[in-house]
């Protein structure tokens, strides 16, 4: 029984044909129209934070009695990779960082377990504990960003605007969540002097109980009648800042006014803790998020409409500005990507024209868009959306997507110039090329499969580049099996009266001749053609080890993120006058569009690879929006000198945005030991031999300098005799110092706190303390220098920790070279530092490094599964296992031309890269299959084995010249791009030195491999 002929079929039945090519180009039309769009693809950020205080707490307290315990529980869940926590005085925070292989659909479940496991070991904290508190949503991508300014209005009408605003935002349907940040909540202070109050006989704890008690919402009882029931009510409940101020106080037989022996009034939280500005101005800020599966474009069309409503409710002067737009950035990025995409498909339609003529051009011309339709209907079916790496990913399969039509069209071609009819030309392809071009199509897609089924963060995020090209290469075969037979059989003419006696004719001129004798030449001193090859490959292989190296390369985004960061003691206040000093160097650059300015916190996320700050009053950061690459270039400059010559008081920090999984700063070491004095000594000579690099910039650590103290040691004998206790005299002191919330004002759907505290002259002042005053029972009060002795020390300011070890993390930029070069270059000093260390302490690689080596462990540790792959479908096509092994010698010489290319122009080697290379042995091998395939099928037709070797090579030559020519030619737009640079002239250079080795390469190693020999002539 023969086997189905599938471009027969096709021919037999050109009304269906011609149906399903007419309604599937429709069909992918409409899905194309309708792809959500985004700038990056979605990818799983398995890290949860943990919070909890314990007010009055030291650093070393709170991580001995809270920190540990956490961290201890934690590590009984399974998929916890490590923990990176913190301990400051009185605040823990833990990031529980998951393993990288991970299923994204498995994190949800895992975070419902760490709640689960550390709620109950709550009761086991220490009494005064708050928490822990759980943030699962840390990875939450907040894609656009508004700052609401007004020249005469105060933080909580712009808190207002902004509350308007909010619910504005919400109403549109593809909002997830709306975030106000950079808000001032309000608060009442009522403040009062230590000596008139003492004067008075006036115990601070009265105020707040009196304040407390006739501030009460509880329930008074119901009256029934014989008919009906009637709620009491008792009033007392304060209804404006007037009633407080107006609450009575009774003190002996006295009674006094609150507003007469205290100041209320109606503020802001004071000092604060985090703000937000806009050029300038001070802000309170909106961060819109989308919701999972929204089209990012049409988000933006129904903000823009949105925002403009807002702003013609708003009063004269108050503004709505836009920070980050991210639909504006996709939809640049995508035209730029669009743009890109018809580049690549006008450079292989000149090359199919140019190579194969009008007509037989015009063929491979319409598979195309065909091809890109099939596509893009696969891609909307499996909610695959456009953004970075499904549009590059279509621009990579592009120069392979015609690698099936071009053979199948260029044999039609071949057929027809022999003097063949166009039925019999357009249906001899399937049978002679068709299941060693699936063989090849298959082959190609399983080199990218390493990227499909890497489990780590940045085979997440480069998903959907093994997605669609699989996809495209799949569909593409079918196209030329399918729909290119039917094209060419409409387009192309018989040549009647031209049939060769001999059809090999074709083969007997012009450059066929030439390419004859270099391949014969070849065959005849293959010995030195194996040897050179070898060569040339270890060469290569000895040459890769000067190419630079990196992890992902930086965003080509006009933004710049610049960090503050004064010492740990800095106030709000402190910080902030850094910032304003900072802004105003920036405000008036021609280069600069906006400066958005955070004191005490970091940026929202609104770019997913975004490295986010932790929360602190010494910290400062500002998002600078240039005017594009080289106004971006020119401001970090300015910035870096600025930060040189100038801010004295502040380590700066200004860097461009990432791509791929984000990882902070480029190098770090990780010192790790159960002493922490001696781990900051092992560490400060680490960051001396960093500071010895040329390349190294900004070194710094992450655990501050030590903190003074001022201890209150209680004379305990006194404190009790006098009946008070160590705890009456905290809460007076904090109660007179930093101030105490009594009660809570309702104003509407808002619960302001009333502060009781000191005026500011009396609780600022440190000579003060020693005359504070603590209450006895009797109403006379004794001051704290009567009971306790002061003194000045020193204590941790912070306590950085690992897997519950002691980790401090000597960090540093890098200039003049990439990360990865710069940390095997320190490696050697630091692993001979490190084995002096005793047993149990270590310095760890992090930064790029690290990410790096994770992200390609993921990679090869799917290598074997792309290995059996290759080897099946070679063992399907060829069933021979000598066969196969002189194939899979080919696969590796592409990066012959890899090392050349790269390390001529110093393009460095990423992630990315490494993908374009591992996708590049799939390319080859197709090649491979192909010219194998000929000679073995010419061999079986009884043609000597030389013979059949030079013979398959040059009438295979043309098409693997022209599938590769279309393949390297259609990255030439991608070598424009920052992200897929580097993957493309891999690409380009390895397919061009690996096209030529296997067509005069493989030849000689085939002929060397079963002794062939040239006949003698006759």
Known sequence: MSRINLSEWALTHPQMIAFLLLMLSLAGVFAYGRLG????????????????????????QMAEQVTDKLEKKLQEVAEVDHTSSYAKPGVTQIKVNLREDTPPRAVPQVWYQVRKKLGDIQHTLPQGVRGPFFNDEFGDTFGNLYAITGDGFGYEDLRDFADAARNEFLRVADVNKVELTGAQDPKIHVEASNAKLASLGIDPALIASTLAAANTVEAAGTVLTASEQLRLTVSGEFDSVDSIRNMGIRAGERMFRLGDIAEVRRGLVDPATSKMRFNGQEAVGLAVSMRKGGDVIRLGEELTATVARIQASLPVGVEIHAVSDQPRVVAESVHEFKKSLLEAVAIVLVVSFFSLGLRTGLVVALSIPLVLALTFLVMYMLGIELQRISLGALIIALGLLVDDAIIAVEMMALKLEQGWDNFRAATYAYTATAFPMLTGTLITAAGFLPVGFAKSGAGEYVFSLFQVVGISLVLSWVVAVLFTPYIGFKLLREHHGAAHADEDAIYQRGFYLRFRRVLERCLAHRRWVIGVTVLLFAGSLALFGIVPKQFFPASDRPELMVDLWLPQAATFEASQREVEALEAQLRNDPDVVAVTSYVGNGSPRFYLPLDVQTPNLNLGELMVMTKGGEARERVLAKIQQLFDTGFPLVRGRVNRLENGPPVGYPLQFRVFGQDPQKVRAVAEQVAAILRADPHVRRVNQDWGERLKRLRVDVDQDKARALGISSRQIKSAL??????????????GDKDIDVVARLIAPERTDLNNLKDAKIYLRDGKFVPVSQVARLSLDSEDSVLWRRNRVPTLTVRADVAGAEAPDVTLALKPRLDELAKSLPLGWGIDIGGTFESS??????????????LAAVLLLLMLQLQDIKKMALVLLTAPLGMIGVALMLAAFRIPFGFVAMLGVIALAGMIIRNSVILVVQIDHDVQAGVPLWNAIVESAVRRMRPIVLTALAAILAMVPLTHSVFWGPMAWSIMGGLFVATLLTLLFLPALYASWYGAQKPLAA
């Open 37 to 60: 769009q985004k700038e990056d693809p979605e990818f799983t950020v398995k890290t949860m934070v943990v919070q909890a205080s314990w007010p009055g707490s030291s650093a070393q």
């Open 734 to 747: 904090q109660g007179s110092l930093s101030g105490t919330s009594v009660t809570q004002y309702r104003e």
């Open 853 to 866: 080596g994770k992200s390609q462990a993921s990679i090869f540790a799917v290598m074997p599964l792309m």
